[in-house]
């Protein structure tokens, strides 16, 4: 199985060389830097990406949902790890090389990789993490899979990768994101909610402002109306 691209006139070998053609026409600073951007760069975006996130759904009006974008968030990280180890076994029965093994001409950004290509770890764990903040919050999610795209361009374009590489991450991180992910919140609620609920862990679940702006302790407890009370005392917020 380790062919799955052998010559030019294949569209995967095409489209790598007109990709990976760009960084021979770059300056060096400029393949230096996408380099780094493609190795590490994109990878370090996508953490603050999440890290905003999860500044974002602790403000959220209700402490319900709240508990729903943390649950979520938790599982891009962990979506990312199994997506990764599911790639393992694709690996090894694929065994496609590296296109600068069977490939001349190429321009290749980085060394020492020495395992097989398909499919792109980089692109898998980009695409897990993107997807998992976008169960979080819609608007980061969008950003975080437009950095997953450009993750899989940089992969190509640093010669380290076919483009049916990046394609396969793609595929295989939106897989195990979505289709684990009721599972994965059903599990991760619970636990996210205790930690709602207790002293030192309710900041991480839940802003102080937001807890202050809906009037709702910081317990998942909604107290009951005080006998007696006026009806500006009872109109608790959602």
């Keep these: 199985m380790a062919g799955l691209a052998s010559d030019g006139s294949n569209p ?14 770059a300056p060096p600073w ?5 380099g780094f951007v493609g190795e590490y ?9 999440a890290l905003w996130t999860w500044w974002s759904v602790r403000r959220r009006d209700t402490l319900a949902d709240s508990v729903s974008g943390f649950a979520s968030l938790v599982w891009a990280p962990l979506a990312a790890g199994v997506a990764v ?9 694929v065994e496609r090389p590296r296109p600068f093994n069977d490939h001349q001409g190429l321009e290749v950004l980085v060394s020492g990789k020495t ?3 398909f499919v792109s770890d980089h692109a898998t764990l980009a695409m897990a993490i993107a997807v998992g903040v976008f169960i979080a919050h819609r ?3 969008l950003l975080a899979i437009a950095l997953a795209f450009a993750e899989g361009f940089c992969r190509v374009y640093m010669g380290v990768h076919y483009p049916t590489d990046v394609i396969g991450g793609i595929a295989l991180g939106t897989a195990v994101a979505l289709l684990l992910a009721p599972v994965a919140h059903a599990l991760l ?12 862990g309710a900041r991480l679940v839940r802003s102080r402002s937001a ?12 107290p009951e109306p005080r006998v007696g009370s006026g009806p500006e005392d009872n109109d608790l917020a959602a």
Excluded: Q
Excluded at 12 to 25: C, F, K, P
Excluded at 41 to 49: D, Q, R
Excluded at 189 to 200: E, N
């Design 41 to 49: 760069g994109i990878m370090l975006a996508l953490v603050i990406v």
């Design 12 to 25: 995967d070998v095409s489209l790598l060389y007109d990709i990976n053609g760009l960084a021979r026409e």
């Design 139 to 141: 608007k980061l999610g």
């Design 115 to 117: 395992d097989f290509s």
């Design 85 to 93: 180890l599911v790639n393992i076994p694709i690996r090894g029965f």
């Design 30 to 34: 400029l393949d230096r830097v996408m």
């Design 211 to 222: 807890a202050a702006r809906s009037a709702v302790p910081e317990t998942l407890d909604i």
């Design 189 to 200: 609620t619970p636990l996210v909610s205790a930690i709602a609920r207790s002293r030192r």
